[in-house]
């Protein structure tokens, strides 16, 4: 403790300066010493002190709280004057803190927005606290600290969080968009297809019975198709909206694999072995989804080979319900069988490299798995599993 400090009582411990020998600074008053650490402290944090006696209103500030408003040191406070220089939000969030800290005796913290004397904006950290004497409430002290930087900081990061769930969005909606196109353009294929068989029907002498008929039913189930395909992409981004129900895949796969061979140039053989009894829980457009996109896929690897052959089998291995697509396609190379699964990923000439990604997500949004291999034969093997009902 020092007691060379003038009629001083403040306390002064020796090792607060590390040299308590130090002579020039042993002769300094303490409260001199005291009040040059405190406006050093102050400039580099730049804040300042403030206290306003409650009875008169008369404020009183530190060099700090001046320096953060630019208004001369020492001037004249006017406490009317100086809440015009809050921003209106700010004046009036403060006003109601103040009024309730004063009648609880409590204190209170909040950023304030002001513009200084020389017009440029501050943000600035307020805090206070209410002093009582005898139950009643005389006087407000308090801090004030320049956090405009701080805050700059602040808005920075919210304004690129707020791009990047734009940019997120955006992605999200363009994913949607292309798997729309994909998914769209196999029905709309059909459809097309179907109306130009038709048409060649019609030009004959003698229409064959049925053939309008059975022609505008496919071409209504391709459109229906096309409905349910949008009705469920809907649906994929909220978990609550997707399909599940206790399926036998097989009448879908059927149906699927046959949707996927319209358009298929004559010589192709399509084998089906589907073995029967298993029950699946799942969205029956969506596992459509994945069988078009597989079977349609071997339809375009085999094209231009000798033999075209697929073959599409179903059976139950263990717990789960198993799919193969094979084809007698030139097959996979093999540093490509984990990347076709990546979106984006193709090597077809007008291809969106999109069906096998989609598919992937629908088998494990399901549960399930899908992987690709080649057959020892040559040809590619596509093969989803799923959990059984
Ligand atoms: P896309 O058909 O638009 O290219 P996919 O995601 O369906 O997109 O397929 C990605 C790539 O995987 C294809 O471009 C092709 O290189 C390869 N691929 C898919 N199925 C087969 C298959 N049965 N045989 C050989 N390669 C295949």
Same mark, same amino acid.
């Given at each position: 403790m020092?007691?060379d400090d003038?009629?001083?009582?403040?306390?002064?411990?020796a090792?607060? !300066?590390?040299?308590?020998d130090?002579?020039?600074?042993? *002769?300094?008053?303490?409260?001199?010493? !005291?009040k040059? $650490? !405190?406006?050093r402290?102050?400039?580099?944090?730049?804040?300042g002190?403030w206290?306003?006696?409650l009875?008169?209103?008369?404020?009183?500030w530190?060099?700090?709280?001046?320096? /953060?408003f630019?208004?001369? &040191?020492?001037?004249?406070?006017?406490?009317?004057?100086?809440?015009t220089?809050y921003?209106?939000?700010?004046?009036? *969030?403060?006003e &109601?803190?103040?009024?309730a800290?004063?009648?609880?005796?409590?204190?209170?913290?909040l950023?304030?927005k @002001?513009?200084?004397?020389?017009?440029?904006?501050?943000? @600035? &950290?307020?805090?206070?606290?209410v002093?009582?004497?005898?139950?009643r409430?005389?006087?407000?002290f308090g801090?004030?600290?320049?956090?405009?930087?701080?805050?700059? %900081? *602040?808005?920075? +990061?919210q304004?690129l969080?707020?791009?990047?769930?734009?940019?997120?969005?955006?992605?999200?909606?363009? %994913?949607?968009?292309s798997?729309l196109?994909?998914?769209?353009?196999?029905?709309?294929?059909?459809?097309?297809?179907y109306?130009?068989?038709m048409?060649r029907v019609?030009t004959?002498p +003698?229409v064959?019975?049925?053939?309008?008929?059975?022609?505008?039913?496919?071409?209504e189930?391709?459109?229906?198709?096309?409905s349910?395909i949008?009705?469920?992409?809907?649906?994929l981004?909220s978990?609550?909206?997707?399909?599940?129900?206790c399926?036998d895949?097989?009448?879908?796969?059927r149906?699927?694999?046959?949707?996927? /061979?319209?358009?298929?140039?004559?010589?192709l053989? #399509?084998? $089906?072995q /589907?073995?029967?009894?298993?029950? @699946?829980?799942a969205?029956?457009?969506?596992? *459509?989804? +994945? +069988?078009i996109?597989?079977?349609?896929?071997?339809?375009?690897?085999?094209?231009?080979?000798d033999?075209?052959?697929?073959?599409?089998?179903?059976?139950?291995?263990?717990?789960?319900f198993?799919l193969r697509?094979?084809?007698s396609?030139? =097959?996979?190379?093999?540093?490509? #069988?984990q990347?076709v699964?990546d979106?984006?990923?193709?090597t077809?000439?007008?291809? $969106?490299g999109?069906g096998?990604?989609i598919?992937?997500?629908?088998v494990e949004?399901?549960? =399930?798995?899908i992987?690709? =291999?080649n057959?020892?034969g040559?040809?590619?093997?596509?093969?989803?599993?799923?959990?059984?009902?």
């Amino acid at each position: 403790m020092r007691s060379d400090d003038e009629g001083q009582s403040l306390p002064v411990p020796a090792a607060a !300066y590390g040299h308590s020998d130090e002579a020039p600074r042993q *002769q300094e008053p303490a409260a001199e010493r !005291y009040k040059k $650490m !405190y406006d050093r402290a102050s400039a580099l944090a730049r804040i300042g002190v403030w206290e306003c006696d409650l009875a008169t209103e008369e404020l009183t500030w530190t060099d700090g709280v001046y320096d /953060l408003f630019e208004l001369p &040191r020492g001037c004249a406070l006017d406490r009317s004057e100086i809440v015009t220089f809050y921003d209106e939000d700010s004046r009036r *969030q403060m006003e &109601r803190k103040r009024a309730a800290a004063i009648a609880s005796g409590g204190s209170f913290s909040l950023d304030v927005k @002001i513009r200084t004397a020389k017009g440029n904006a501050r943000w @600035i &950290r307020l805090t206070a606290d209410v002093e009582t004497e005898n139950g009643r409430s005389v006087r407000i002290f308090g801090t004030k600290q320049d956090i405009t930087e701080a805050k700059a %900081a *602040q808005e920075k +990061v919210q304004a690129l969080q707020g791009e990047l769930i734009h940019a997120g969005r955006a992605s999200a909606m363009g %994913a949607m968009a292309s798997t729309l196109a994909h998914e769209l353009n196999q029905p709309l294929a059909a459809i097309a297809n179907y109306a130009a068989s038709m048409r060649r029907v019609l030009t004959k002498p +003698v229409v064959p019975p049925g053939a309008v008929e059975n022609g505008l039913k496919a071409i209504e189930d391709c459109a229906f198709r096309a409905s349910a395909i949008i009705r469920s992409l809907r649906a994929l981004p909220s978990d609550a909206g997707w399909l599940r129900e206790c399926l036998d895949p097989t009448a879908v796969i059927r149906e699927a694999a046959s949707i996927a /061979l319209s358009g298929a140039s004559k010589g192709l053989v #399509l084998k $089906m072995q /589907l073995g029967d009894g298993a029950t @699946i829980l799942a969205d029956p457009v969506q596992i *459509q989804q +994945v +069988v078009i996109n597989l079977v349609r896929n071997a339809v375009e690897a085999v094209e231009g080979e000798d033999r075209r052959e697929i073959i599409v089998s179903t059976g139950v291995a263990g717990t789960a319900f198993e799919l193969r697509v094979d084809d007698s396609g030139p =097959g996979i190379p093999p540093d490509r #069988l984990q990347s076709v699964f990546d979106a984006l990923v193709s090597t077809k000439r007008s291809g $969106m490299g999109l069906g096998l990604s989609i598919s992937r997500t629908i088998v494990e949004a399901h549960g =399930g798995r899908i992987s690709a =291999g080649n057959l020892p034969g040559g040809g590619a093997s596509f093969r989803v599993t799923l959990p059984l009902a």
